[in-house]
Nanobody, 127 residues
Framework: QVQLVESGGGLAQPGGSLRLSCEVP????????IVWFRQAPGKEREGVSC????????HYVDSAKGRFTIFRDIVKNTVYLPMNSLKFEDTSVYYC????????????????????WGQGTQVTVSS
């Protein structure tokens, strides 16, 4: 399984913004849906947002609605996750993965292809 590459994390203040990027191999977005998930130390993996391969329809976990936006650029082979109004609880390592189902972030994480996610990108929200 070819790994996706995450970037764009960093340190932000509460209320601030970051934009995560997920670089995928060519033609991946034609064949796979993509999920962004996060995992903090000692916590379960949590699906944050996913985007369908067929129509680009986005889905969000409740805590991300109205703050995060997922979109894809098929020409650039990249999926983006701009994050606004960041909160302390958004602190985590964020990963992107190719998935089989994208009906919801939870379903997407459950069907993620093992080995498709990369090293992740750290997002730290701190004052």
């Amino acid at each position: 399984q070819v790994q996706l590459v995450e970037s764009g994390g960093g340190l932000a203040q509460p209320g601030g913004s970051l934009r995560l990027s997920c670089e995928v191999p060519e033609f991946t977005l034609n064949h796979y849906s993509i999920v962004w998930f996060r995992q903090a130390p000692g916590k379960e993996r949590e699906g944050v947002s996913c985007i369908s391969k067929s129509d680009g329809k986005p889905h969000y976990v409740d805590s991300a609605k109205g703050r995060f936006t997922i979109f894809r650029d098929i020409v650039k082979n990249t999926v983006y996750l701009p994050m606004n109004s960041l909160k302390f609880e958004d602190t985590s390592v964020y990963y992107c993965a190719s998935v089989f189902l994208a009906s919801s972030p939870g379903a997407a994480v459950a069907t993620a292809f093992i080995g498709s996610w990369g090293q992740g990108t750290q997002v730290t929200v701190s004052s």
